[in-house]
Nanobody
């Protein structure tokens, strides 16, 4: 089992920045590919960003490319996403997810992930 706990959400004005963190415990963090997803009210959960176990490979949704940066610190068992130039349409509950992966690959589909955090709310005001 992997336990994931997100933090860092909040209320921010459009154009502002937030950094979300996801603390992992229970298994060797570096054995897992990680991802960020988000879900707005009335919408499906959507992919935001993903990173391979080593941190050398990343992938982003087109809607956040150039504004968000995913990273990880395997020594601290923590996943991050730096979110800049936030827009009202970024408002959602943000979830981190983990999938066991021996290769340095990324996963962009929610169904591929085995473990999920409880989510953290991000609200961007206009």
């Amino acid at each position: 089992q992997v336990q994931l706990v997100e933090s860092g959400g909040g209320l921010v004005q459009a154009g502002g920045s937030l950094r979300l963190s996801c603390a992992a415990s229970g298994r060797t963090f570096s054995n897992y590919a990680m991802g960020w997803f988000r879900q707005a009210p009335g919408k499906e959960r959507e992919f935001v960003a993903a990173i391979g176990w080593s941190g050398s490979r990343t992938n982003y949704a087109d809607s956040v490319k150039g504004r968000f940066t995913i990273s990880r610190d395997n020594a601290k068992n923590t996943l991050y996403v730096q979110m800049n130039s936030l827009k009202p349409e970024d408002t959602a509950v943000y979830y981190c997810a983990a999938k066991r992966a021996d290769l340095v690959i990324v996963f962009v589909n929610a169904y591929e992930y085995n473990y999920w955090g409880q989510g953290t709310q991000v609200t961007v005001s206009s």
